[in-house]
């Protein structure tokens, strides 16, 4: 929405807003876009047999006159604007007993999405207001780690665009991977239970990439309570507990693949070993217990160990791999996402990221977003959800944010027109008179009036500037630059070229 059409439609609600009725008398009727006026038009007429009960002799005369103007109005439309339509009609009569009868209507600036019509004692503009405040939006996108919601703030609401999920599984993740305390492992020269085992203790572990026996040394050790364990029998007798997320090494003809605990299946051949050679043995059994378990976690420098014989995961380093890969792919679905509901969208004034710390800096920094998306973010807020409510906690975390960048966008031009008043005064005007005459001259390239101006001689000048294809910019005196300009008349323009 351009100066000229907002400060039409600003002056419009304040002329409605002036007028009280003494009764529900006021009549507000919105015909939304794409819809028959012909239909609106028979329901209207069916109001006016309702209207025909209403008690008071006074109201009842004014609703059906109202209603009969508006009728009227409907039956000369031949179709409905592209944006709908607005009607209101009532007694404005400043006389108590006397009528006035006033019809006013509107095509609003953007397409009206809503049917309504209402007889009360104010005539209802909230449709009408909320168009002032949505002639620009802002993205929204809330993220962490498993799930991200991108939006849409206009005015003052939130559209949900986009929800996803990241596919990570919330079982990935250091320290949960464990073994019963009693599982022994090989050290070399003896075996050792893991609840006596030393960091440092260089245990036996498999080279994946030479397919040899090695020895690797214990970095971490900890104990984890679990109340269900899984118990993996192999086809020697020989047998491994751990958690249903402890991760095993499934051999697949030439291939091996990493299988947590609880999707093990009855036939899957495990890597093992006889402390000398590597064997291939098939999953006999697997038996779910219940209850309270000792189990310990380790962590070893190469990623992976020997234990009860089997093959086992390392507990976070492979793990902490696996996450960060799917983290990354996701950061890129999310900013693939984002540039599908913004790139090409001129309206978007800019992009505001909300998260937990580490996940929003790492999405931001990481170079995920285009250069030109990048450039529209205008901050980060943190914030502890990433679904729809945490899209409404992150417009209301950026309030200051949001008004923020009207004042700076303010200052910016304010400032440009001050430097060239300045430095090239022959480029600047202010003042009517001086305004007014570079505008016959079609010199103004933009046109810069004060809220607080005159409404009469805004829209004198803003048709004037319109006839010539000037910008046009209404600025407020919330900051000093915009105090400033006001006392220096409120009326400035920054010209093409200079005029006598």
């Given at each position: 929405m351009d100066e000229s059409t907002k400060l039409k439609l600003e002056e419009f609600i304040e002329t409605l807003e002036g007028f009280r009725g003494r009764a529900t008398e006021l009549i507000t009727v919105y015909v939304p876009a794409g819809y028959d006026v012909n239909s609106v038009q028979k329901q209207l007429e069916a109001e006016r047999s309702t209207a025909k009960n209403i008690k008071s002799t006074s109201t009842r005369k004014n609703v059906l006159d109202s209603l009969e103007k508006i009728i009227r109005r409907l039956k000369e439309s031949k179709k409905n604007p592209p944006n709908g339509l607005a009607l209101f009609a009532g007694n404005v009569s400043d006389v108590e007993g006397q009528q006035d009868i006033q019809l006013w209507e509107i095509e609003p600036p953007e397409p009206l999405n809503m049917r309504l019509y209402r007889c009360d004692k104010e005539f209802?503009?909230?449709?009408?207001?909320?168009?002032?405040e949505v002639s620009e939006i802002y993205g929204l996108l809330v993220m962490d780690r498993k799930e991200a919601t991108i939006g849409v703030l206009e005015g003052k609401k939130v559209n949900v665009i986009q929800k996803m999920t990241s596919g990570v599984p919330s079982k990935i993740r250091a320290g949960g991977q464990c073994l019963a305390e009693d599982s022994w492992v090989n050290l070399g020269n003896k075996n050792r239970y893991l609840r006596d085992l030393r960091i440092n203790d260089k245990i036996l572990s498999l080279d994946f990439k030479s397919n040899k026996l090695i020895f690797t040394k214990v970095n971490k050790r900890w104990g984890v309570i679990k109340n269900k364990v899984l118990e993996i029998v192999l086809e020697d007798e020989c047998s491994i507990i751990c958690s249903l997320d402890h991760i095993f090494f499934v051999k697949n003809k030439e291939t091996i693949k990493e299988v947590f605990a609880e999707d093990l299946r009855k036939g899957d051949v495990l890597i093992c070993?006889?402390?000398?050679?590597?064997?291939?043995?098939?999953?006999k059994e697997i038996i779910e217990n219940v209850g309270e378990f000792k189990l310990i976690d380790i962590e070893t420098e190469i990623g992976n160990f020997f234990a009860n014989g089997t093959l086992v995961h390392n507990s976070s380093q492979r793990f902490h791999r696996i996450t960060e890969g799917l983290v990354k792919?996701?950061?890129?679905?999310i900013a693939e996402e984002v540039k599908n509901a913004f790139f090409d969208n001129k309206r978007v004034k800019g992009i505001i990221v909300g998260g937990p710390i580490p996940t929003k800096d790492e999405f931001l920094e990481g170079g995920y977003l285009q250069t030109q998306l990048q450039d529209k973010v205008i901050g980060a807020v943190d914030i502890g959800d990433a679904d729809e409510s945490g899209l409404g906690e992150l417009v209301e975390k950026s309030q200051d944010l949001l008004s923020q960048q009207e004042i700076i966008y303010e200052k910016k031009l304010l400032?440009?027109?001050?430097?060239?008043?300045?430095?090239?005064?022959?480029?600047?005007?202010?003042?009517?008179?001086?305004?007014?005459?570079?505008?016959?001259?079609g010199a103004v390239e933009t046109l810069i009036l004060s809220k607080s101006v005159d409404k009469t001689l805004s829209r004198e000048l803003i048709k004037l500037a319109e006839n010539i294809g000037s910008k046009i910019e209404v600025v407020s005196t919330d900051t000093t630059e915009g105090e400033q300009f006001f006392n220096l008349s409120g009326i400035g323009a920054l010209l093409r070229?200079?005029?006598?």
């Open positions: 209802v503009l909230d449709a009408l207001r909320e168009m002032l070993s006889n402390n000398h050679d590597i064997l291939n043995l098939e999953i792919e996701f950061y890129r679905r400032t440009k027109f001050f430097e060239t008043l300045g430095k090239n005064p022959k480029l600047a005007a202010y003042r009517e008179e001086a305004v007014r005459h570079a505008l016959q001259y070229f200079g005029v006598n």
